[in-house]
């Protein structure tokens, strides 16, 4: 509450400085300040001030609001020595720059430096006296309009602070550029337009500690942080980044309190020693965390890493023999370290102040030092045996982190703040009138220079400093972003040390990019390893992740992969199906090709049919050519000689056409198989047909007035016919080809393991009109058969055609549902049995006896035979004549 109305009234203070009128008639040209605060500094007059502001103090003490009389201001104690060294950072850097001929020559700088003693409220006066001024009078123009007494503010160092200043000094368009503000909130240039700073950001030290993690693969962490700005902004971006990056999650998350709340810090430390996360990162500063240690230590919580922000990094008080057991081998992220030539020689000539009086810092210093004090000394110090310091002590011969130059961190932050205003007031005083960037090509000058034109060129500034780093700003006021990685160091003897293991800096073109030399790591393990710190294991290969409700992500269990998927490759968390051609190995992490199955002509079944098939086919040729040889012969003559040779050329080509039925499936042979296959039975049957018609009609002609049936049975009407059946066939195979063609198939349906090549029949109408056509004619013929079976025994050709055509039909009958139960090859294996198997059932019935006669019994087959073989001879050549006129039908 004193901070919140503190900053009220600061702010109502500086809005009611205005021009002091002493009459209601008369202006008089001049400014009075109606207010002053009382602030410790330090100045240095020049043509050009400049500000900081410096924590030389760590305490304040804040008086009581009576609100019944002005509030007494706030006294600073306990003297801060980086502080202080940060402050005469700035001093030495004003100095070089006023030595160098080539950086605003004919131009001097000057400064006023604060201490803000960590303090919000008094930070926040200090910004406002330099932004307004403390002098008396300030001689302006009569509107009280003019040039600022100080051309910008290097500082502050809380983010806390820089949030509070900028807030004010944006209105204002007066620069801030901060050496040690890190909260992401700032770099919202809209809501803080004036405000630089030249230490990176908090976002981009958030993902300079994921980088970490992500290098040493722990994806389980604890984040512990401050209750203010700093803290809370770090851990919403860490929250965030974790979250888009999927790199890891946080097994807890505490906000450190700001006093010594004992129960509430054991309530934090007892998480983190139950918690499985091994590592702990901490956004804190060095007073949080030397109240978390102190229970850390009382509860012996060991064999934690600790991630350490760049507010503790480097931080001494923890560094002690009593917490390095518990901190040693700390990885923490560091402002970037450099070097600051003649810095050293410059602190040296530091002294103390003539008078003693001056509560800035050159005397505390001195006082703390050299742990001695001025005259006249406090109560009771001489009598405790303490010092009195005379001003003449040598600094050289003590050893003081004030002259320390080995690890300037904030310090060259400073250094760099300084030189960004000395480079943009140098570039803005070398503009050409004529060619400014201002109103009408204008130039921005000394003597009318206005906070706005000084903050152009700062935006646009670039140097290089003497180190080598690039300093400019991006469109959010941070800088080029670079850290340094550092490790605590707990050395055999009991020292400590803070070493530099490595840096990570951002780029434009290549993001951040991280560097490690992780033989220089100090891990504080009896392994001298780095610790594993994940919810769960990685999956192994073969299973996949499957998340435990409730728990964060990186909290799974391992499931294995199901058949036909393997893990992949490039996250061992799912599982993905391998693709079509290929399964996964039985530890399902690789894909390997699968096995492929077809009818070949390289297996034992394959070989098989595809010998039956070509024996088939030279049985037939043998028949045909025995046929032929024999074609005037009784017997050849006897059985229609034209339809048996059509027969024996039909049944070739059923042979035949089962070779198709073998090998790998492909597009023109799944289209011709089928085709050829119901043609060439058609053809068959259709010959069949025609020959058992004609038997039928022969005998039927043989009886009182029915010869006329004959005269439907000439050559010409049998050929007809057959080819008028086939025909038939011929328009089922093209519309079946042309509406839904049979294609190969690669089918993985009957096993996982194994691709079965097949062709797929595409329309299974058409194939079953196909089939059905090709049954039709076989039933047709076998009932016609059937019917004349019982004609003369001694050569009877329908009895013949009757079991030829019952064979025809029982394997095709037992085709149909053994080819729906076969799998895969199996099916087409089943086709081509069923085709052999008809053709040698059509084949040996009906031309297994006539070359049985012709071969094995020719006395058979000549013309002494019986009365029936005339009979039979006149019956093949349709003599209709000869069979009315003689009426002879001895065979009856």
Known sequence: MWLLLQTILLILLYFSFSCAVSSSDIIIPSCQIQGRFNLNGNQKTGDVILGGLFPVHFFTSVPDLSFIS????????????????????????????????????????????????????????????????????????????????????????????????????????????????????????????????????????????????????????????SGDDYGLHAARSLQSELSLSGEGCLAYFAVLPWDKDTDELRRIVNVMKTSTARVVIVFAHESGMINLMEEVVRQNVTGLQWMASEAWTAAAVLQTPQLMPYLGGTLGIAIRHGEIPGLREFLLKTRPNLHHNNSYGNSMFWEFTFQCRFAPAPPGWLEGGGAVCTGKEDLEKVDTEFLDISNLRPEYNVYKAVYAFAHSLDDMLRCMPGRGPFSKHSCATLQSLEPWQLLYYLERVNFTTPFGDQVSFDEN?????????????????????????????????????????????????????PP???????????????????????????????????????????????????????????????????????????????????????????????????????????????????????????????????GRPRLWTCQLRHAAFGISFVLCVSCILVKTMVVLAVFKASKPGEGAVLKWFGVMQQRGTVLFLTSIQAVICTAWLVSSSPVPHKNTQYHNDKIVYECAVGSTVGFGVLLGYIGMLAVLSFLIAFLVRNLPDSFNEAKLITFSMLIFCAVWVAFVPVYVSSPGNRADAVEVFAILASSFGLLITLFGPK???????????????????????????????????KKKNSCV
Request: charged share 20%.
């Open 70 to 225: 002005d509030p007494q201001q706030p006294t600073c104690h306990g003297f801060y020595e980086l502080g202080f060294k940060l402050a005469q950072t700035m001093a030495f850097a004003i100095d070089e720059i006023n030595s160098n001929s080539n950086l605003l020559p004919n131009v001097t700088l000057g400064y006023t430096l604060y201490d803000n003693c960590i303090n919000l409220g008094i930070g926040f006066r200090a910004a406002l006296s330099l932004a307004s001024g403390q002098e008396e009078k300030i001689i302006l123009d009569n509107t009280c309009i003019g040039n600022p007494p100080v051309l910008g503010i290097v500082g502050d160092s809380p983010s806390a602070h820089s949030i509070a200043i900028s807030s004010i000094l944006g209105f204002l368009y007066f620069s801030q550029v901060s050496y040690f503000s890190t909260c992401s909130c700032l770099s919202n240039h809209q809501k803080y337009p004036s405000f630089f700073r030249t230490i990176p950001s908090d976002v981009f030290q958030v993902r300079a500690m994921i980088h970490i993690l992500k290098h040493f693969g722990w994806t389980w962490a604890g984040l512990l942080v």
């Open 477 to 529: 006021g941070d800088v080029v972003p670079i850290y340094d990685v550092m490790n605590w160091l707990w050395l055999p003897d009991g020292s400590t040390k803070v070493q530099n293991v490595g840096e990570i800096k951002g780029s434009v073109l290549r993001g951040e990019e991280l560097i490690l030399d992780e033989d220089k790591i100090f891990w504080n393990f009896k392994s001298r390893k």
């Open 532 to 662: 594993r710190s994940v919810c769960s294991e990685s999956c192994p290969p073969g299973t996949h992740m499957v998340r435990r409700k409730g728990e964060p992500k990186c909290c799974f269990d391992c499931i294995p992969c199901s058949e036909g998927k393997v893990t992949n490759k490039s996250n061992s968390f799912e599982c993905t199906s391998c693709p079509e051609d290929f399964w996964s190995n039985p530890q399902r992490d690789h894909c390997v090709p699968k096995k492929t199955e077809f009818l070949s002509y390289h297996e034992p079944l394959g070989i098989c049919l595809t010998a039956t098939s070509l024996l088939g086919t030279f049985i037939c040729a043998v028949v045909l050519g025995i046929f032929f040889y024999h074609r005037r012969t009784p017997i050849i003559r006897a059985s229609n000689s034209e339809l048996s040779f059509q027969l024996l050329l039909s049944l070739k080509l059923c042979f035949l056409c089962s070779l198709l039925f073998i």
């Open 851 to 885: 070359c049985y006669i012709i071969i094995m019994r020719p006395e058979l087959n000549t013309k002494k035979m019986k009365d029936c073989w005339k009979y039979i001879y006149i019956m093949a050549h349709f003599d209709v004549c000869y069979l009315l006129k």
